[in-house]
C-alpha cells in the first residue's frame, strides 16, 4: 500500500517536466521573436539614412537584391538547394510579396512621402494584430478571449495617436504604412508556418532568392537611371536593412514564431515601437512627444498580457 502511495505521490514530479514542456517552448519562442524584433527596430532610422544618399525605390528593391545575395551564398554554404519545395511555392512567393518586396516598399515610400520614423514606428504597432488575424486564418491558431482583448486593446492605441496627430485623420503616408504592414503580416504567418518544419533562414533565404529574378534586375536598372550621393551613413543605412533587416533577423523571428505560435510570439512586435523612437532619438534627433510616448508605452503594456495569455497553436492548414 505503501508503495503505491508512494508511486502516486511521485506522479505529479514526474510529470511535472512534461506539463511544463509547452511553456518553456512558447516562451523560448518569445525570446526569440524578440531577438527578430530588436534587430528590425533599427529599420526606419536605417532607411532613412539610406534614402539620404540612394531614391527611395532602389533602397526599397536593392536592399532585397542584397539580401539575396546573402542567402545564396548561406544556402550554398549548407548545401542546400536555391530553390524551395515545389509543393511550398505558393507561400514562399507570399512571402517574397510580403516582406521583401510589399513592406519595404511601402514603408520606404511613407517615409520619403514625410511620415517620421517616430509616427510610423507607432502606426505599423498595428501589425502584431495583423498578424494574429491571419495566425488564426492560416495557421489554424486558436488565442484566448483575454489575448484579443489586449490585442484589441494595443491596435487601439495605435488607431487614437494616428487620428489625433495632424489633421485628425489618415494621411497618405499612413495609407502607405497601413499597406505596409498588411504586407507583413501575410509574409510573417507564412514564413511563421514554414519555419515549423525548416529552419528560418532557409525560410527567408528561399523567398530572396524567389524574389531575385525581379530584385536583381530593377535594382540593375535603378542603379543607373536614379542619382546616387553614397555617404558613410547612406551606405550604412543601406548595409542594414538590406543584411539585417531583410536577413539576419528573420533567422530568430521565423524560429519563435514557429515555437512560440505565431499570433502570441507575433505580439512581442508591439514593443518595437518604443525601441524604434529610441533609435529616432538617438540617431536621427527626432522629437518625440507625450502623445507618442503614450502610445508607445500603451502597446507595450498589451505584450505583457498577449504573454501571459496562452492559447492552442493549432495545425497548419
Known amino acids: 500500500m505503501k508503495a503505491d502511495d508512494s508511486a502516486i505521490d511521485l506522479l505529479p514530479i514526474a510529470d511535472a517536466p512534461a506539463a511544463n514542456a509547452p511553456r518553456r517552448l512558447a516562451w523560448r519562442g518569445s525570446l526569440l521573436a524578440g531577438a527578430g524584433v530588436l534587430s528590425f527596430s533599427g529599420s526606419f532610422p536605417a532607411t532613412v539614412f539610406a534614402m539620404r544618399g540612394f531614391d527611395p525605390y532602389l533602397v526599397a528593391i536593392g536592399r532585397a537584391a542584397l539580401a539575396a545575395l546573402a542567402a545564396v551564398i548561406c544556402l550554398k554554404a549548407a548545401g542546400a538547394p536555391l530553390l524551395p519545395p515545389r509543393a511550398h511555392l505558393r507561400s514562399y512567393a507570399m512571402i517574397a510579396l510580403g516582406v521583401v518586396l510589399g513592406f519595404p516598399l511601402f514603408s520606404g515610400l511613407a517615409l520619403d512621402g514625410g511620415a517620421s520614423t517616430a509616427h510610423s514606428a507607432v502606426v505599423i504597432g498595428l501589425l ?19 489575448f484579443w482583448v489586449a490585442c484589441a486593446a494595443g491596435a487601439l492605441s495605435i488607431t487614437v495617436f494616428t487620428l489625433t496627430r495632424g ?31 525548416t529552419p528560418g533562414w532557409r525560410v527567408i533565404s528561399y523567398a530572396l532568392v524567389l524574389a531575385a529574378p525581379l530584385t536583381v534586375p530593377v535594382t540593375a536598372v535603378l542603379a543607373i537611371t536614379t542619382p546616387m550621393e553614397p555617404s558613410a551613413e547612406s551606405l550604412a543605412g543601406f548595409a542594414y536593412v538590406g543584411l539585417v533587416s531583410m536577413f539576419l533577423g528573420f533567422i530568430p523571428w521565423y524560429a519563435g514564431l514557429a515555437m512560440g505560435g ?56
Open 167 to 197: 489633421t485628425g485623420r489618415f494621411a497618405g503616408a499612413d495609407v502607405l504604412l497601413v499597406l505596409a504592414l498588411l504586407s507583413a503580416a501575410v509574409g510573417y504567418t507564412e514564413g511563421g508556418r514554414l519555419a515549423r518544419e
Open 128 to 146: 502584431p494584430a495583423a498578424t494574429a488575424a491571419f495566425a488564426v486564418l492560416r495557421a489554424g491558431e486558436r488565442p484566448k478571449p483575454l
Open 262 to 317: 505565431i499570433a502570441r510570439a507575433g505580439q512581442i512586435q508591439l514593443a518595437q515601437p518604443l525601441i524604434t523612437l529610441v533609435w529616432a532619438w538617438l540617431l536621427l534627433h527626432e522629437e518625440i512627444g507625450v502623445a507618442t510616448i503614450a502610445a508607445a508605452l500603451a502597446v507595450l503594456v498589451c505584450v505583457a498580457v498577449t504573454q501571459a495569455s496562452r492559447g492552442r497553436r493549432g495545425v497548419a492548414t
